[in-house]
């Protein structure tokens, strides 16, 4: 049972247009979303979070809303540069310290 | 740089062995995470240490096993090796373990070891 899904492999957008990602869950437990980057050979890096209790964080061009009625949480990157290329992992944590990774999504921006 | 150190970086070995990956955590992090990718795959979530104890576990093997230290390094040990192990393994690293707010859950991930199994 995964209890967390990034149902799109992969995303393509054009430099300066707005990447959606997507992430949705099963488990009403989870008391934190988190989103990580992972660039080729390297580990993911931790980018933007977002309590249960909150429904949006933003962060520069970063934004994660999360919509726990549907148990759906999205992260908005605008305007999309080609350095945004990367696999991008949403995870989710209960307060009990156990996270549960989705199995990501690579976004390509196209100069 | 994340401050998770994983060693070693590249890792060859024959089916049917058994060999040690070694993690240090960031410094005065307590919790460690042990993490498989395989080719096209997610993180697959392994075990967990906190302070020395395991705290949680995921989908490990069980030719599989780990500790924790007192200096808190982590070693993942990976035995009766099969072709099926082939796969990047990343440590993390976090401030806490349960109870502590966002913050304390936020992992740090070492830049893994790829172990190839021929």
């Known amino acids: 049972d995964q209890q967390v899904k990034q149902n799109s492999p992969s995303l393509s957008v054009q430099e300066g247009r707005i990447s959606i990602l997507n992430c949705d869950y099963t488990n009403s437990m989870f008391d934190y979303f988190l989103w990580y980057k992972k660039y080729p050979a390297e580990g993911p890096t931790f980018l933007i979070s977002?309590?249960?209790?909150?429904d949006k964080n933003e962060d520069g061009r970063f934004t994660v809303f999360l919509n726990k009625s549907a148990k759906h949480l999205s992260l908005h990157i605008v305007p999309s540069q080609p350095g945004d290329s990367a696999v991008y992992f949403c995870a989710a944590t209960t307060n009990a310290g156990k996270s549960t990774f989705g199995d990501g999504t690579t976004l390509t921006v196209k100069p | 740089d994340s401050g998770v150190t994983q060693t070693p970086k590249h890792l060859i070995t024959a089916t049917g062995q058994r060999v040690t990956l070694r993690c240090s955590p960031r410094s005065g992090d307590l919790s460690v995470y042990w993490y498989q990718q395989s080719l096209d795959q997610g993180l697959q979530f392994l075990i967990q240490?906190?302070?020395?104890?395991?705290?949680a576990k995921g989908n490990i093997l069980e030719r599989f096993s780990a500790q924790q230290f007192p200096d808190l390094h982590s070693e993942l040990n990976l035995s009766s090796l099969e072709l099926g192990d082939s796969a990047l393994y990343f440590c993390?690293?976090?401030?806490?373990?349960?109870?502590?707010?966002?913050?304390?859950?936020?992992?740090?991930f070492g830049a893994g070891t790829r172990l190839s199994v021929l």
């Open positions: 240490y906190y302070n020395g104890e395991e705290r």
């Open positions: 977002i309590s249960s209790i909150k």
């Open positions: 993390a690293s976090s401030v806490g373990s349960s109870g502590g707010g966002l913050a304390k859950n936020i992992q740090y």
